[in-house]
């Protein structure tokens, strides 16, 4: 998601089922030249979730909306567009700020 904010551009970049020990040591080992200067430019987040289901198109939605999978309803990939509880970009667009979303 990239967003103009008061404060200036924001680039939110969500990488799935990364292992982060193992990135790190990739990382450290120099293998991954330019995800270091990423990673180093960065505020890095690893999150984690509470959800029965560990599926990407749950863990997602959960962390999008800010509610958990009981209440934004999403267990599969397909259900997105169900969902009607509103999105962090819908949030801010209700603050006057405008995002770009690719391929939630």
Not at 31 to 46: A, I, M, Q, W
Not at 65 to 80: F, K, M, N, S, Y
Request: proline share 8%; hydrophobic share 35%.
């Amino acid at each position: 998601m990239f967003s103009n904010t008061k404060n200036g551009p924001v680039l939110v970049l969500e990488l799935n089922e990364l292992c982060p020990p193992i990135i790190d040591r990739m990382m450290d080992d120099g293998e991954l030249p330019n995800f270091r200067k990423l990673h180093k430019s960065s505020d890095v987040y690893v999150t984690h979730t509470d959800d029965p289901t560990l599926e990407p198109w749950v863990q997602w939605p959960t962390f999008h909306t800010g509610q958990t999978e009981h209440v934004h309803g999403a267990t599969e990939l397909d259900e997105g567009h169900l969902i009607k509880t509103p999105r962090i970009w819908d949030a801010l667009a209700e603050d006057g700020i405008d995002s770009i979303v690719f391929g939630s």
